[in-house]
């Protein structure tokens, strides 16, 4: 009876222990993490734009805009739900992308213990591993956020229960399948081609139970799978289905991520060669990373099952190829750190065989603590930048202060345009009202529709600001290309920072033309019409968009349009169209009014964007538009003339 009751005393103390290091744990990543993400409550602002695009989208998501229809990012669903639970925590900053950033960490460490006491006897052994886990994701000196940084956490949990599976099968439970399958599923709507970590270990537990003629077990595994996954798929499944969004989804989840990692110019055969020889590259600049996933695997060799080994093998393999399928960023490789944790516990576990001559007291470890804390943040770096302990206003809370003050009304929209998110609609908490609201890294050739679809928002004017930038403050954006002139004027331009520290931000307003009436009969009224240059006046009133009057050459002072009505007209407004030829307009002209069409009068007038005159007049008979100066580079075009008058 004694031995019985120290044997459950023992294990309740062991219990009570792990969940003090559990709780211990936790407050380490989340103090980690307030000097190691920009998202952090320490730092400004976070301005990398990936994470304010998932901002932007979870944003809608949670305000009934549909992911994929009504605003296009390419990233898993799962991914806009976790960011639209840190927009209900913060709806114009961070702190609740650093407390889920902070909770995923804590899931993380904490199971990186987990697996080392599967390996090692001693918990401050597995309290060393757990704490120097962080290290590999967090040196590269990202801002934080990344879809890889979170999935990085559900493989590290989806290890533990793997090897749980093998090591020690007698504590493992069915429902541990369910979990996998639920963890699968989240990895699957995050960032799909990670998800081929766990098909190596798939592949093993179907061929073990098989071998075994286990058909029944295999059964279960499969139903308890399934059943895990459902959990996860169904409620966006049937979101998809209820907002008709599934064919959507396909398009711009699958097909754009496709032709974003290459997909549309390569064979998916050279696209697995190009994917491990990039692996390769990446591992060749980051040795120790290299290092520790060897080790890793050594220790996996010695310590484990055969099967274990096979399926640990295989998910490495695919996992590196798959990571580096397409482009190569600075944090592509933050998945394959669940393999560098192997590493770290087989380092943790050579002292594990020295218990009496190497021992951590209370000192060594908070000692240990510390030196990792300071080790990370040093190799992290973003403490030294000026977003830290917010040094300065950072433009994108700058740009939303100007916004918010010259909009005209509370439901003011916004569009950035080529480029990508900056972290403007984050910070003015405005929902974009295009699809395509930010340009990301994909060729124009391949999808064309994202940079028409901006030009084309712009040039109807749907937007009330537009934010564009340069590499210079005095460099001016291309208006022409953008439209920009036709609808907006220039307001203001701010200098970037931190990761913008590269660019000028010009923003623009749309211009409130005045209130004015056309008379769709104008062109009853003209008996003739005059030019000291072309004579094609039908293209004028045609309504084809194809067709133009121009001067057919590059315009001249003193080149001229003049129109005669057969009786007087009060007509103070005019809209000279230029149609699809953008830059052919007028860059200054003079507008004359007559009685007789001899003795001409200048009118004052003011112009609004390139084509909207209003003019300070009385009745005419005769109106004539003449150039006002040379334009080498284009022509001077109308593609349609509308006379009207100023409510």
Known sequence: MRSKASHRTGSIRLYLEDKRIYFLLSIFSFVLLLFTTTSSPLFAFNGWVDVNAYFTVGKGLFNGYVPYVDLIDHKGPFVYFLFGIAWSIDNTGFFGVYLLQSIFLSISVIHVFRLAKLYVKRNDLCFVAAIVSPLPMLSIGNQGASVEEFVLALLTVSFYYIALYFMQPESFKLRYISLLGGLCAAVLLMKFNLVVFFAGFILVIICERLYKKQFGLLGKYVVCFAAGASVILLPFLIYMLATNSVRAFIDIYIKMNNL??????????????????????????????????????????????????????????????????????????????????????????????????????????????????????????????????????????????????????????????????????????????????????????????????????????????????????????????????????????????????????????????????????????????????????????????????????????????????????????????QGSRINDYPRSLSIFTSQDGALWQDVPHSRYGWHFYHLQTEAYRFLKIESNGSDEKNWWSINAINFGIIK
């Open 260 to 577: 974003y990692s290459g997909g549309g110019e390569r064979s998916i055969g050279i696209r697995l060669i190009l994917g491990l020889s990039n692996a390769v590259q990446v591992f060749n600049g980051r040795l120790v990373s290299a290092a520790f996933i060897i080790a890793g695997l050594v220790f996996t060799v010695m310590k484990t099952k055969t099967e274990y080994m096979v399926g640990n093998s295989i998910s490495l393999v695919l996992l590196m190829i798959f990571v580096c399928f397409g482009p190569i960023f600075v944090y592509t490789h933050i998945p394959l750190t669940v393999f560098i944790h192997m590493g770290i516990i087989a380092l943790c576990s050579i002292p594990d065989k020295h218990t009496s001559v190497i021992k951590i007291g209370k000192a060594g470890k908070y000692t240990i603590v510390c030196l990792v804390f300071m080790l990370i943040i040093g190799k992290n770096g973003l403490v030294k930048w000026p977003m830290f302990l917010r040094q300065i206003v950072p433009v994108q809370q700058q740009m939303a202060e100007i916004i918010w003050h010259h909009a005209r009304d509370d439901s003011t929209t916004l569009l950035q345009v080529g480029s990508l998110d900056s972290g403007f609609y984050t910070a003015s908490g405005i929902i974009p009202n295009e699809p395509f609201f930010y340009t990301p890294n994909i060729s124009h050739a391949l999808f064309p529709e994202i940079r028409d679809g901006q030009r084309d928002a712009v040039r109807r004017g749907d937007n009330e600001f537009v934010i564009i930038h340069t590499g210079a403050e005095d460099e001016r954006p291309n208006e022409n290309h953008w439209w920009l002139g036709k609808n907006y004027v220039h307001l203001t331009v701010l200098h970037g920072a931190g990761a913008n520290d590269d660019r000028w931000f010009h923003l623009y307003q749309r211009i409130l033309f005045p209130d004015a009436e056309f008379d769709n009969m104008a062109q009853n009224k003209i008996v003739n019409i005059e030019s000291n240059s072309n004579n094609n006046f039908s293209a004028l009133f045609d309504g084809n968009p194809d067709t133009f009057w121009d001067t057919g050459r590059s315009p001249e002072a003193g080149d001229y349009l003049m129109f005669e009505f057969s009786q007087a007209v009060n007509y103070d407004c005019l809209l000279l169209d």
